[in-house]
């Protein structure tokens, strides 16, 4: 499956962005989704989390109860509602896909392109 995220940009800290991330072509209800980020120098790290279905979503510690993972399965989009943000979340956001049949214990395999989220203090 393709992904394309989008949303990103420059925000001062304390306000909100929403990513999307949209699979074209193919129905997104197949995937678990997820999204992860990384910051200049350093490693790719897990941000958030939901099954195919909507209902089960896992967050990092760093970001629960300021953003909000959610997914439009009939619209075959993920969304990520960022707010509060804080500058230590500026990084480049990606929406990764994993085929809901292998479950928590595999891989994703699937990942869009990027899109940078910049928050000014």
């Known amino acids: 499956v393709q992904l394309q995220a989008s949303g990103g940009g420059l925000v001062q800290a304390g306000g909100s962005l929403r990513l999307s991330c949209a699979a074209p072509?193919?129905?997104?209800?197949?995937?678990?989704m997820g999204w992860f980020r990384q910051a200049p120098g350093k490693e790719r790290e897990f941000v958030a989390a939901?099954?195919?279905?909507?209902?089960?979503?896992d967050y990092a510690d760093s970001v629960k109860g300021r953003f909000t993972i959610s997914r439009d399965n009939a619209e075959n989009t993920l969304y990520l509602q960022m707010n509060s943000l804080r500058p230590e979340d500026t990084a480049i956001y990606y929406c990764?896909?994993?085929?809901?049949?292998?479950?928590?214990?595999?891989?994703?395999?699937?990942w869009g392109q990027g899109t940078l989220v910049t928050v000014s203090s």
């Open positions: 990764a896909g994993r085929r809901r049949v292998l479950g928590t214990g595999g891989s994703y395999d699937y």
């Open positions: 072509g193919r129905p997104l209800s197949d995937y678990d």
């Open positions: 939901i099954r195919w279905a909507g209902v089960i979503t």
